[in-house]
């Protein structure tokens, strides 16, 4: 097998040509081999010597054609090489609109039998990620990755890059419709994606976030109602998410007069501004609705149940009689304690239990949703404690005259 040896920044392009040209005309002998693999390697140095870098990525990628398509002909480390070699011809493109159709010409061959080494495909594709200046190409890129980690079901060497999304977004620039279709090829490889409830969530949320609701949305945004669905059924089914901004969204409410999806809306309402008492009423109406979904009845009391303490948090003014909990809980007196463990390990609740007085003093507690209200009642609060820092402030340095002054008359006297 042929070795690719750099000696001159000009060799590695022609050494791959010769390479692939090699392979591909093995089979027919010498005397048709040669002159082909020359015929190549003159075109490809004709192409360097007059800068056609276009021409140039088409000539090696149709050289490289067998490697792809029958990639166990050569190894992997080789056809690694021979792809980045390629993928380097995006560097010395005269323009950004030439870098952009070498791109396309690149990822194109590439996303070609996703099913082949996808691994190592993805690999090349995030190298000539790396290698483009364009946000427009990188985003162009990261979008074919994301096509082929999905078509080669190789969505495990994609997935670590999903933490960086939101730089990404803001590195490329790209408007809301990009975003929202981002989003929405991210939540399709999530999907199913074990261990993953929590992130495929979260990009649900983004993805809805992204229809604003405005008239020129009227067309698109009925296409996102199963998203919605799935966003609520997540929220609902999940055992340690407690807040979230979808009942106000527009993709979102639209449901609320959805024949189909109503009742799906209104147990979303129940679970973000309702208690134990709702839901159970909602489960012996719609019992069949909830195993349709995958929901299981007693985690849902479950979770409830926690959010009906959450709502006599915020009602109690921060102290809870155990007499309330067990009322809203619909529990015993001796289990009161047990669920407040439950809720100070969901990281929802900061408390003390107050047992000789059978209180519960909450110091902080989670809000279920966080509208506009909890933002005006975090201005008041930061406005409070504005004042008493102030306060603070101006004592300090009052006691701080008064102590400079008591010393001063004591050195008077002393003299």
Not at 32 to 54: K, M, S, Y
Not at 277 to 295: M, V
Request: charged share 25%; proline share 3%.
């Amino acid at each position: 097998m042929a070795t690719i040896v750099n000696t001159t920044e000009e060799e590695p392009m022609l050494a791959v040509v010769r390479f692939t040209a090699e392979l591909a005309w093995a089979d027919a002998g010498p005397e048709v081999a040669d002159p082909e693999v020359t015929r190549l390697c003159l075109e490809a140095q004709e192409h360097i010597l007059a800068g056609r870098w276009l021409d140039m990525a088409s000539l090696m990628l149709a050289s490289a054609d067998l490697l792809l398509t029958s990639p166990s002909r050569v190894a992997d480390k080789d056809l690694e090489c021979v792809l980045s070699v390629i993928c380097s011809l995006v560097t010395k493109a005269g323009s950004e609109d030439q870098a952009l159709q070498i791109t396309d010409l690149i990822c194109a061959k590439l996303t070609q039998q996703p099913g082949d080494k996808p691994a190592l495909r993805l690999k090349v594709l995030f190298s000539l990620y790396n290698l483009l200046p364009s946000p427009y190409g990188k985003a162009f890129v990261y979008k074919k990755a994301l096509e082929l980690a999905t078509a080669g079901k190789a969505a495990e060497y994609i997935i670590p890059s999903f933490k960086n999304i939101d730089i990404f977004v803001s590195e490329w620039g790209i408007g809301n419709l990009e975003q929202r279709e981002l989003y929405l090829s991210v939540t399709s490889i999530l999907k199913d994606h074990k261990g993953m409830a929590k992130e495929y969530f979260n990009f649900l949320n983004k993805y809805l976030a992204t229809f604003k609701g405005s008239d020129d949305e009227s067309a698109t945004i009925a296409d996102a109602k199963e998203e919605a669905v799935a966003a609520i059924v997540e929220y609902v089914k999940s055992s340690n998410l407690f807040q979230c901004d979808l009942l106000n969204m527009p993709a979102v409410s639209q449901l609320e007069k959805d024949e189909k999806y109503q009742l799906v809306y209104e147990l979303l309402k129940i679970f973000l501004t309702k208690r134990l008492d709702s839901y159970l009423e909602f489960q012996s109406a719609n019992s069949a609705l909830l195993k349709d979904y995958g929901l299981v009845h007693e985690e849902c009391v479950t979770k409830m149940r926690l959010m009906s303490l959450l709502d006599l948090s915020s009602r109690c003014s921060g102290e809870i009689p155990y007499s309330a909990i067990t009322v809203e809980l619909k529990i015993n007196d001796d289990e009161v304690e047990q669920w407040i463990v439950k809720a100070i390990a969901s990281k929802i609740l900061d408390c003390k239990v107050d047992q000789l007085n059978q209180t519960v003093i909450v110091s902080r507690h989670t809000e279920r949703i966080f509208g506009m209200a909890q933002w005006h009642g975090l201005r008041t609060k930061l406005g409070v404690w504005r004042g008493n820092i102030a306060s603070a402030i101006n004592t300090i340095q009052a006691n701080k005259v008064t102590e400079e002054g008591t010393q001063g008359m004591q050195g008077l006297m002393i003299r």
